[in-house]
């Protein structure tokens, strides 16, 4: 499976007409000047899913991905989202375990329900995770993110067939929305430490999984950080929400 991609987190950001409009742009300028096609992943907010999956529908390289998801597939859960919805209006990714969802309340045990539903369901998951700017001065950056891995590293993994469909994302907190991009050099250290932790479970299949970076990506960034051997791709909130910056970022591979 190949495994560059980019994906757009539009977070808690846009209206409808304004998520429609981000996305046509988007589609329109990636199919006219876009050399090196590579997949793109688009996140916008739930009541926008169905809207921006018909919009992007035709354009072949373009997925559709949930925030989050809930862990059980339905019942009384009132403000939350199922995997067979998320389905239903066209989606085929999730993002799990984004560090700001971490600080709600989404706990190691709880996202490992939830990576499993969404698994279920075909979902792909784009499994985040990351440490905070404390967690690295302490020099905890590697113990946190095996932490955060424990499952993934564990007997109990997802057989070699659906964890390889899953994308991880590198997001070290500290670089989240503050402008403050990881060095090409820590992003690659981080990285490369992910795929090692992978191989030792699952051998020659870890060159196969997806690691994507994300954390204040921009068109100035994405080149030399796409360039390390084991980042694949980014996972962008700010600049996706311009259309023109997240094209130049798709540019970089
Ligand atoms: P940012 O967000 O690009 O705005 O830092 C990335 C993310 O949170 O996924």
Redesign the pocket.
Known sequence: MARKLLAA?W?MNLTLIEAQGLTSEIVSIYQTEIQKPIPIILAPPFPFLHAVHHLAKDAPRFQIAAQTVHHEPKGAFTGSVSAPMLVSVGCSAVIIG?S?CRQAGDTDELLVRKVKIALQHKLRPIFCIGETLTQRENNQTFSVIEKQLSWFLSDSRPPDNEFQQIIFAY?PVW????GKTATPEQAQEVHAWIREKFTSVLGALASQITILY????TPQTAKDLFKQPDIDGG?????SLKARDFIEIAKSF
Do not use: F, M, P, Y
């Open positions: 987190n977070k984004h700001e997001e670089a989240i929305g503050t994300g954390g204040s990506v996972l962008i909130g700010g600049a």
